[in-house]
């Protein structure tokens, strides 16, 4: 009979704790430094949002103005902080400013910033549309700024209305 020699070979192929621990070490430096970058992104994400929503609703009120042959007015939903006026919201409605109860649309503004009228606009809680779709404000371009309320972040941003309805928006250094 022939004798059968056998040799097993086994070998370690798992990860050591030592390697294990490294890699979860690197995995939380690079965390660390993704997240201040998400986070910016994300407030910024926020503000273009905001920006937009005005945009539009300014659009909106002189296209329903032209549209109704008549006056379409945008107005703060609560004005009561003189540095936030725009920031509980705002909404469209036909006609003289008065309540936002039967509005054609209503905007709200996200809790992580300010929206804030500026130049003529400062200390109104409403603009309107004339039937010719001209800003019934006499005098500069109505002015907005957006800002975050956390101090650390910038840019901010800054919306201006002409008298024909026309916005422009640029960045804006809140917190200097």
Not at 33 to 61: C, E, I, K, S, W
Request: proline fraction near 3%.
């Amino acid at each position: 009979m022939h004798e059968v020699n056998l040799t097993i070979n086994q070998s370690n192929s798992g990860f050591s704790i030592i390697e294990l621990m490294v890699t979860l070490a690197l995995a939380a430096v690079l965390l660390g430094m993704a997240l201040p970058a998400f986070n910016g992104m994300m407030t910024q994400r926020t503000m273009t949002t905001q920006v937009n929503d005005l945009v539009v609703a300014v659009h909106y009120a002189r296209s329903e103005a032209v549209k109704l042959g008549g006056l379409v007015t945008v107005q703060a939903v609560d004005e009561g902080d003189s540095d936030n006026e725009w920031g509980p919201g705002y909404c469209v409605v036909i006609g003289d400013p008065g309540n936002c109860d039967n509005p054609l649309r209503v905007f709200t503004v996200d809790d992580d910033v300010t929206l804030d009228a500026t130049g003529i606009l400062d200390d109104e809680d409403s603009f309107s549309f004339n039937g010719r779709g001209l800003l019934t404000l006499d005098g500069d371009d109505g002015t907005f700024r957006l800002c975050s309320t956390d101090a650390n972040t910038d840019p901010g941003r800054i919306v201006e209305i002409n008298t024909i309805g026309r916005t422009t928006s640029r960045e804006l250094v809140c917190n200097p």
